[in-house]
């Protein structure tokens, strides 16, 4: 099946500071999606994206699936960003995803 | 309009006993699955569930068991619990590709 890692495995920020996430998979995709884990445990959905780019706010991501990985970009990230961000995959329509290892961020003021 | 829920938030069972962990999907969904996360790891897929069978299934004891009810509703049902079965347990819904989660369930074996 697919495989899904995650880079860097842990990431401590200054406020204000920006980071990039990367998120590679072993084959094509039909779903990708970020979470971030907030601390009671919930998954948090950021974005759905397959492929192309989105923004939200400070948050934005890049997939390019013809390249395999994605990226998520936190800008002028703030001590409520802190927490697990995951990436997730899945490769048809009814296979389940599949979750990288998560980069852990600390943003400290 | 309610997002994924969980019931119940926070479990205590004790080595041998058997629990069921109860998983309502947002409207609309029509599948649901199921995962453990151990401290410090990733989700970990346990099984699928769409039009009330399982239709994928992780790589767990068939001491896992679930069960998907005509209003979509799931339940996951673990028997003979052991401590390495502590874990947060996370339902997901969907209908289409974009999966939403519930809180989770934190179970701890003792």
């Known amino acids: 099946g697919i495989q899904v890692e995650q880079s860097p495995p842990d990431l401590i920020l200054q406020e204000g500071a920006n980071s990039t996430l990367r998120c590679n998979f072993s084959d094509s995709v039909n779903n990708l999606q970020w979470f971030h884990q907030n601390p009671w445990g919930q998954l948090i959905n950021l974005f759905y994206?397959?492929?192309g780019t989105k923004q939200n706010g400070r948050l934005s991501a890049t997939t390019v699936a013809t390249e395999r990985y994605s990226l998520l970009y936190i800008s002028s990230s703030q001590t409520t960003d802190s927490g697990v961000y995951f990436c997730a995959a899945s490769n048809s329509g009814n296979t389940p995803l599949v979750f990288g290892k998560g980069t852990r961020l600390s943003v400290i003021a | 309009d309610a997002g994924v829920t969980q019931s119940p938030t926070h479990l205590i069972k004790t080595r041998g006993q058997q629990v069921t962990l109860r998983c309502s999907p947002k409207s609309g969904h029509d599948t649901v699955s199921w995962y453990q996360q151990a401290l410090g790891q990733g989700p970990q897929f346990i099984f699928q569930?769409?039009?009330?069978?399982?239709?994928q299934r992780g790589n767990f004891p068939d001491r896992f068991s679930g069960h998907q009810f005509p209003n979509y509703s799931s339940e996951l049902n673990v028997n003979a619990l052991l401590l390495g079965d502590s874990a947060l347990y996370l339902c997901?819904?969907?209908?289409?590709?974009?999966?939403?989660f519930g809180q989770g369930t934190r179970l701890t074996v003792v």
């Open positions: 994206i397959p492929s």
């Open positions: 569930y769409y039009e009330e069978e399982e239709r």
């Open positions: 997901a819904s969907r209908r289409g590709s974009e999966a939403f």
